[in-house]
Nanobody, 124 residues
Framework: QVQLVESGGGLVQAGGSLRPSCTAS????????MGWFRQAPGKEREFVAG????????DYSPSVKGRFTISRDNAKNTVYLQMNSLKPEDTAVYYC?????????????????WGQGTQVTVSS
């Protein structure tokens, strides 16, 4: 089992920045591809960003590419999502997820482990 705990959400004005983090425990963190997803009220949970377990290559949703950066620190068992130039449409609950040695990071249903989510609210 892998336990994931997100933190670092909050309320920010449009154009501002936040850096949520997600700390894992229970298994060898470096063996897991990690993803960030978000879910706004009344909408499905959607892919935001992912980082592969091997080599650390990254992938982004077109809606956040160039504004968000995903990174990981395997020594701290933590994955980060640096969010810049935030927009009101980025408002959602943000979830991190983990999947064992998966080359595919964009597909929600492939992830086995999920955190509880952290709220990000961007005011206009």
């Amino acid at each position: 089992q892998v336990q994931l705990v997100e933190s670092g959400g909050g309320l920010v004005q449009a154009g501002g920045s936040l850096r949520p983090s997600c700390t894992a425990s229970g298994r060898t963190f470096s063996d897991y591809s990690m993803g960030w997803f978000r879910q706004a009220p009344g909408k499905e949970r959607e892919f935001v960003a992912g980082i592969h377990w091997s080599g650390g290559s990254t992938d982004y949703s077109p809606s956040v590419k160039g504004r968000f950066t995903i990174s990981r620190d395997n020594a701290k068992n933590t994955v980060y999502l640096q969010m810049n130039s935030l927009k009101p449409e980025d408002t959602a609950v943000y979830y991190c997820a983990a999947n064992y040695r998966d080359r595919q990071v964009r597909t929600r249903d492939r992830y086995d482990y999920w955190g509880q989510g952290t709220q990000v609210t961007v005011s206009s």
